[in-house]
């Protein structure tokens, strides 16, 4: 494929080509990610999030999610305070 050569509009937007939207399926109101890639950028479609990914895991009984949630930000916590990534 031939780059894609896109003019930036005067605040800083720019508009996908509808055959970039058509390859990587995206519609109005779908987020991307712009991702550091060297000296590049990758674009990243985000079509999904956690509510779409609800029930593709597969668990033994019930789940108490208080306590789940305060494990990841106790997790998180200790990792900030560590500096790791």
Request: glycine fraction near 8%.
């Amino acid at each position: 494929m031939n780059p894609l050569i896109v003019r930036i509009g005067r605040r800083g937007q720019i508009t996908l080509p509808r055959v970039l939207r058509r390859q990587l399926r995206l519609q109005e109101g779908d987020l991307v990610a712009f991702i550091p890639f060297g000296e590049r950028f990758l674009l990243q479609p985000l079509s999904k999030t956690l509510l779409d990914l609800r029930g593709s895991v597969r668990v033994e009984g019930p789940q108490d999610l208080d306590e789940l949630r305060r494990q990841a930000i106790a997790e998180h916590a200790r990792k900030v305070a560590q500096n790791e990534p």
